[in-house]
Nanobody, 122 residues
């Protein structure tokens, strides 16, 4: 059974940093794309950052230069390092995996974690 478990939830002030981690289990994900999405209250779930199975990274424009996504295939983990956090980054952050060439849209991902809450205060 595939499971994705996020960790690293927290509350920080604007300008602070947080690191989210996601541990995947149930099978190997070396040939899958892995990434992060977020959903703020009253808003739709949106793509944040992801790493293709090939290692190529993608970022939403709103987080470019502030967030870094990395993955460790040996450990089946994907990590999101967040810096210079803003109040508008407040959301529940979800880890997700999809097949090669995922569209990085919520509907294009296969497996999801339950989410972890990030709160950024001004």
């Amino acid at each position: 059974q595939v499971q994705l478990v996020e960790s690293g939830a927290g509350s920080v002030q604007a300008g602070g940093s947080l690191r989210l981690s996601c541990a995947a289990s149930g099978r190997t994900f070396n040939n899958d794309d892995m990434g992060w999405f977020r959903q703020a209250p009253g808003k739709e779930r949106e793509f944040v950052a992801g790493r293709r199975w090939s290692g190529y990274a993608y970022y939403a424009d709103s987080v470019k230069g502030r967030f870094t996504v990395s993955r460790d295939n040996a450990k089946n983990t994907v990590t999101l390092q967040m810096k210079s956090l803003k109040p508008e980054d407040t959301a529940v952050y979800y880890c997700a995996t999809g097949g090669r060439g995922s569209s990085w849209s919520p509907g294009g991902m296969d497996y999801w974690g339950k989410g972890t809450l990030v709160t950024v205060s001004s």
